[in-house]
């Protein structure tokens, strides 16, 4: 792993644990065959770096919504005694 990206990475996204999420996601996307959102360094340039150089570059941002999605409505067994 190169450490400078990793570095100007985390300037980008300082919320660490939301970071490794959006690199994880991006490496699976790039294993899976999905193409770079910027040019590698070298041709075998791994997937991490590749990941981290895109977040570092600004190609790669996350949102964060905190509303709770609405629950559907459970249905209660007419059987079911509730005190």
């Given amino acids: ?10 300037e980008r ?4 644990p939301l970071l490794i ?9 790039l294993n899976q065959g999905q ?8 041709p075998h ?4 770096d590749l990941a981290l150089k895109e977040v ?3 190609k790669l941002t996350a949102e964060v919504s ?3 999605p609405e629950a ?6 007419d059987n079911l005694i509730t005190l």
């Fill in 13 to 16: 996204l300082p919320n660490v």
């Fill in 35 to 42: 193409r770079p959102l910027i040019k590698p360094d070298s």
């Fill in 45 to 48: 340039m791994p997937h991490l």
């Fill in 66 to 68: 905190f509303t709770a």
């Fill in 21 to 29: 999420n959006v690199v994880a996601r991006r490496v699976r996307q």
């Fill in 72 to 77: 559907e409505p459970v249905a209660i067994p």
């Fill in 56 to 58: 570092a570059a600004g």
């Fill in 1 to 10: 792993m190169n450490t400078n990206y990793l570095e100007q990475a985390k």
